[in-house]
């Protein structure tokens, strides 16, 4: 990497992916830099969330490369590629159901030393007032002791962006992170995501909801049949009659 690229964090360079004769993702090379709120948008399956499953290491490719900070993570273990602060949501969100909403968010935290052990104590503590702090910041303090499985569609949405912020990652990557949500539960979640991004958060969402894709982005990759059609600042994608026909037009959900 050259000393212009140093706030690349993560460089995708003609990636490939088939799924026998489908090609799905084709020669998509794309840079999300430090700091940046990059949305990806497209048709239903353009290949979004291949995308993502490709970075975390849900999927190989077929081709290319996937550089996190200057090194290739392809055809490492997702929990590897996690551990090396990339978090990622699911568009089906995969909770612990029955696990209280608390649990749920210490599941993804580094454990702990015993509380007889030096520092267990403290260690204890300083987790306990971090779990309440991104509760509190994700509106779910007052359901801290509710199971996963009993609360709203809203409340399940901001729990698994909960869970991400618990892991303390660099980079999220947020599939449909706000489908669903009425206006003021989006607001809500666009003024969360601004105040993490504020804080060095660098962020890839995947975004139907057009109100969501301009109140967040800072640039726009457009994909369409696994091919990145536009890459740009989110005027001129979102203006391209060419783009805008594209996703009008096959747009299913
Ligand atoms: N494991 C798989 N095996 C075969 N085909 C797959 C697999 N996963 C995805 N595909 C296909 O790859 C294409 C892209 O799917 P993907 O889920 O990435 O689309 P998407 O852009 O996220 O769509 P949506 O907006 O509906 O979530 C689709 O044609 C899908 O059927
Ligand atoms: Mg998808």
Redesign the pocket.
């Known amino acids: 990497m050259t000393q212009a690229d140093n706030n690349v964090l993560l460089r995708i360079t003609n990636l490939q992916k088939n799924?026998?004769g489908?090609q799905?993702t084709n020669n998509v090379s794309l840079d999300m830099r430090a700091g940046i709120v990059t949305t990806l948008v497209?048709?239903?399956?353009?290949?979004?969330?291949?995308?993502f499953?490709l970075i975390t290491g849900h999927?190989v490719p077929t081709g290319g490369d996937i550089l996190w900070k200057g090194k290739s993570i392809v055809g490492q273990a997702h929990w590897k590629i996690a551990r090396q602060g990339i978090a990622r949501s699911f568009?089906d969100l995969r909770l612990f159901n029955q696990m209280t909403v608390e649990e749920n968010v210490l599941t993804v935290m580094e454990p702990v030393s015993w509380i007889w052990q030096p520092g267990g104590r403290a260690g204890r503590k300083a987790r306990q007032e971090r779990v309440m702090d991104i509760l509190t910041r994700t509106h779910l303090l007052d359901k801290a002791k509710t199971r996963a499985i009993d609360l709203s569609y809203a409340e399940r949405k901001f729990l698994s962006l909960a869970r991400i912020m618990a892991t303390d990652a660099k980079m999220w990557l947020l599939?449909?992170p706000a489908s669903g949500l009425d206006r003021g539960s989006y607001e809500r979640f666009l003024e969360l995501l601004r105040s993490e991004v504020r804080q060095g958060v660098t962020v890839c969402i995947?975004e139907?909801n057009l109100d969501i894709v301009i109140g967040i982005s800072d640039r726009i990759a457009f994909?369409d049949q696994?091919k990145l059609l536009a890459d740009g600042d989110p005027d001129t994608v979102l203006k391209d009659p060419h783009l805008a026909a594209i996703y009008f037009g096959e747009q299913t959900?």
């Open positions: 799924f026998g489908l799905v497209g048709p239903n399956g353009a290949g979004k969330t291949t995308l499953n999927l568009q599939d449909e995947i139907h994909l696994g959900t």
